[in-house]
């Protein structure tokens, strides 16, 4: 099977759902999907984003430092991937060993942060929109078409 580069450059972009702008290096679903590669980029950006969700959601139910957070470490980007790696290594050791996720909070769960804004569209980002928009044609024109 040949192998076909994804993207110019090595780098993993990030997945983000419509809600955030699309970015070369944040890539969000087709918001109309018009060719089968679109809709397959869009069952597959469905799919990790569930995976990674189900996997932060676990990681903030066993661990105190995602989970307090408010969904944001307050650490550089570097130090914030050794702590989700340290979390993650740790997690699977627990799994390893047997060791059940605490039981959930009495309260319910997570209360939204009424200053937490939601992630809106910054005014002028229309070069950042076409750079999401050439990096996301790219992926799929080299991996679902």
Request: hydrophobic share 30%; charged share 30%.
């Amino acid at each position: 099977m040949k192998h076909r580069p994804v993207l110019k450059y090595w780098f993993i972009p990030f997945t983000g759902d419509s809600g955030y702008p699309l970015e070369r290096f944040l890539l969000t679903p087709f918001a109309n999907p018009m060719t089968r590669g679109e809709e397959r980029f869009n069952r597959s950006h469905t799919r990790t984003r569930v995976l990674i969700e189900q996997t932060f959601g676990l990681l903030k139910s066993r661990f105190r430092c995602p989970h307090q957070s408010g969904g944001s470490l307050q650490y550089e980007p570097r130090k914030c991937g050794k702590i989700i790696t340290a979390c993650i290594l740790l997690h699977n050791r627990c799994v390893r060993r047997r060791i059940p996720l605490p039981e959930a909070e009495a309260e319910g769960g997570e209360e939204e942060d009424p200053d937490d804004p939601e992630p809106l569209e910054a005014a002028g980002a229309r070069q950042g929109r076409a750079a999401g928009q050439q990096a996301r044609n790219n992926v799929v024109d080299n991996v679902f078409s």
